[in-house]
T-cell receptor, first 111, second 118 residues
Framework: SQQGEEDPQALSIQEGENATMNCSYK?????LQWYRQNSGRGLVHLIL?????REKHSGRLRVTLDTSKKSSSLLITASRAADTASYFC???????????FGAGTQVVVTP | GAVVSQHPSWVICKSGTSVKIECRSL??????MFWYRQFPKQSLMLMAT?????????EQGVEKDKFLINHASLTLSTLTVTSAHPEDSSFYIC??????????????FGSGTQLSVL
């Protein structure tokens, strides 16, 4: 399996603080995506970064990708209680979108 | 946006029975669908790739006779958990890859099915 690793496994912060989580993977990729999952529910796609990109922004989200280190980071700025969820990175390395998910980071944002 | 409908959202069954989970792409055709399983507080693990009109491709360690996948049309894939046991209790989720996109950059996920086997 080339499932990636994420750290931290869990993160507890207060509203307004930034949350940063990291993801590492093992092989060459086409792109890397970040997803959010609220407890026991489906996945919400957050952002995709291509293998030739180094940084991408979407609202309060900032994603970086370092292909030389095979790692990515997700930064959530000015966190809100509604950001409480598990966050997963996922990589694709084939042309049909088979995803390999990281272990996930559980984020708790307290008011 | 594209929608993938997964049904049922939750199911409770007795040990030894079979359970069928449906994954439908509502507004696009899906040549390929993927089935994932997620145990509590763990990540999603790919179980199999479902290809319309052909046999599914299973990941290593997934029993194809236990997890039957049928992708009979371009909008529907089904996963049947046969002779379910308590250890099969898990969250199952599908995703669909739109037809004709050689490099789907965004997959569309169903909302998942929570299976509890008593």
């Amino acid at each position: 399996s080339q499932q990636g690793e994420e750290d931290p496994q869990a993160l507890s912060i207060q509203e307004g603080e930034n949350a940063t989580m990291n993801c590492s993977y093992k092989t060459s990729i086409n792109n890397l995506q970040w997803y959010r999952q609220n407890s026991g529910r489906g996945l919400v796609h957050l952002i995709l970064i291509r293998s030739n990109e180094r940084e991408k922004h979407s609202g309060r989200l900032r994603v970086t990708l370092d292909t030389s280190k095979k790692s990515s980071s997700l930064l959530i700025t000015a966190s809100r209680a509604a950001d409480t969820a598990s966050y997963f990175c996922a990589t694709t390395f084939d042309s049909w979108g088979k995803l390999q998910f990281g272990a996930g980071t559980q984020v708790v944002v307290t008011p | 946006g594209a929608v993938v409908s997964q049904h049922p959202s939750w199911v409770i069954c007795k040990s030894g029975t079979s359970v069928k989970i449906e994954c439908r792409s509502l507004d696009f055709q899906a040549t390929t669908m993927f089935w994932y399983r997620q145990f509590p507080k763990q990540s999603l693990m790919l179980m199999a790739t479902s290809n319309e009109g052909s046999k599914a491709t299973y990941e290593q360690g997934v029993e194809k006779d236990k997890f039957l996948i049928n992708h009979a049309s371009l909008t529907l894939s089904t996963l049947t958990v046969t002779s379910a046991h308590p250890e099969d209790s898990s969250f199952y989720i599908c995703s669909a890859s739109p037809r004709g996109r050689p490099h789907p950059e965004k997959l569309f996920f169903g909302s998942g099915t929570q299976l509890s086997v008593l």
